[in-house]
């Protein structure tokens, strides 16, 4: 079985030339790592590509993987330059899908609740879709990688403080932009 | 606490790390400004909503892609490493050369080559332990996948690791004994046929005879156990012809494998 060890000492083999662990690593992250391209570019295949992207990047610069640095930080540092890179080389970001929202199971029985729940879902994401992607990556970290504002200031190399009134930038304009769409929905 | 400070706080506000006195002048400023207290819970709401966002999933095709891809950049390392080139200590065409001069060469060159040839061994050795580490952890982690397609997948990997890994084969006897699938109970008895030297399979499959639940899987077994010639499997054999509950066609073929082990 593979060992429960804290994801820096497995980079730090992985540096040292035990390759396999990286598929620990890989089995520990993959996931999340997906559903950050994929909030960031809308595009599963392109999203896919650039998991790959970050594990072979992972490896081929292991040297650069410095003792005690957190794991979790220098493989969004790795993501977000495999992400520039990427887009760059698809000439500019991939617009978010629009299709339908898949909702969560509900226990509500109002169907009207259910729908309008439903729309305004569809008008989240296309409110996301919208928001630049500084401010679309900064929603992404903190609100579903559940990165804490400490972290997320060691992947950006910028201070705590400049974080968190960056997220609150975020947040602002991304309400802005569903008001917006909700009110041409409703008029 | 001024209106500006109260953006300064948000982050923290929406995240639940704010701290208590910053939470409690948060609320006294809440009390007493009507567009901060909207503004933030405009804000909250919008926030609460991203959660409900549905988190989407990989592709099926997204490990092996992985998989594939580590075992050639580790391919790659290996054929770039170093391989200790034989040299050409004497040219034929250069006899005039005083034989002192060709015996330090054959000294250097041997010397190199012997040296050379010791790191490679060792590089090698290096290189074959991570791929069996490598080769191991994909069928691990295949086997443990909850779609049995990966997990015929797994078994079939397994062919690729060392007939000495105690991990694999446990984990192939895992297999045979409690996967809920008959296809990939049925592949492991083939795959443990590699491994069909360890003590550690014939006492394991002797036992498994009297668990299996579908016939097709005592067959494989039985076919497994007289194949190998493991005679302790005589008394598991004899059980399973006299049991009332057996399948007829296991029964004659217990039959059988008893004919051929005693």
């Excluded at chain 1, 339908?100 to 409110?127: C, F, K």
């Excluded at chain 2, 290189?127 to 580490?133: F, G, I, R, S």
Aim: with cysteine.
């Amino acid at each position: 079985m593979p060992e429960t060890r804290a994801d820096n000492v497995l980079m730090q083999k992985v540096r040292d030339g035990d390759l396999a662990k990286m598929a620990v690593l890989f089995e520990r992250h993959h996931r999340a790592l997906f559903r950050y391209f994929q909030r960031l570019t809308g595009n599963r295949e392109f999203s896919e590509d650039l998991v790959q992207d970050v594990y072979f990047r992972m490896l081929k610069y292991r040297h650069t993987y410095r003792d005690g640095n957190p794991f979790t930080s220098w493989m969004y540092q790795v993501a977000r330059n495999a992400h520039l890179d990427g887009a760059q080389k698809r000439k500019g970001e991939a617009p978010l899908s629009e299709e339908p929202m898949r909702e969560p199971a509900s226990a509500e029985p109002d169907p009207s609740e259910i729908l309008r729940r439903r729309q305004d879902l569809g008008l989240l994401r296309r409110a996301l879709a919208a928001l630049p992607v500084e401010k679309r990556e900064l929603l992404v970290l903190s609100r579903f990688q559940n990165l804490k504002y400490e972290q997320i200031a060691d992947i950006l190399a910028c201070d705590v403080g400049t974080v968190k009134v960056r997220v609150y930038r975020a947040i602002k304009a991304l309400s802005q932009i569903f008001f917006e769409l909700a009110g041409e929905k409703a008029s | 606490m001024t209106c500006d400070q109260v953006k300064e706080h948000i982050a923290d506000y929406l995240a639940g790390t704010l701290g208590r006195p910053e939470a409690e002048e948060l609320d006294e400023h809440f009390a007493r400004c009507a567009a901060c207290k909207q503004e933030t819970a405009a804000l909250s709401e919008t926030w609460e909503m991203l959660g409900v966002l549905e988190q989407e999933q990989p592709s099926a095709q997204l490990r092996p892609r992985f998989y594939q891809s580590l075992e050639a950049y580790r391919q790659g390392l290996e054929s770039a490493a170093p391989t200790p080139a034989r040299r050409r200590l004497f040219d034929w065409g250069w006899r005039g050369l005083a034989w002192s001069a060709a015996l330090l060469i054959v000294g250097i060159g041997v010397g190199q080559w012997l040296g050379v040839r010791e790191r490679g061994r060792a590089d090698l050795a290096s290189l074959q332990d991570e791929v069996h580490h490598m080769r191991q952890l994909v069928t691990l982690s295949l086997l443990e996948q909850q779609s049995a397609s990966e997990r015929l997948r797994g078994v079939d990997y397994s062919g690729r690791v060392d007939q000495s890994d105690t991990q694999v084969l446990a984990a192939l006897l895992y297999a045979v004994n409690h996967d809920p699938s008959v296809n990939v109970r049925l592949a492991a008895v083939d795959a443990l046929r590699r491994f069909a030297a360890s003590p550690s399979v014939k006492g394991s499959l002797d036992q498994s005879l009297a668990k299996q639940d579908s016939p097709l899987v005592q067959l494989a077994l039985i076919d497994f156990l007289v194949d190998t010639r493991d005679k302790s499997a005589v008394r598991s054999l004899a059980a399973l012809e006299r049991s009332p509950t057996a399948d007829k066609n296991v029964k004659e073929k217990a039959l059988w494998g008893l004919s051929q082990l005693q």
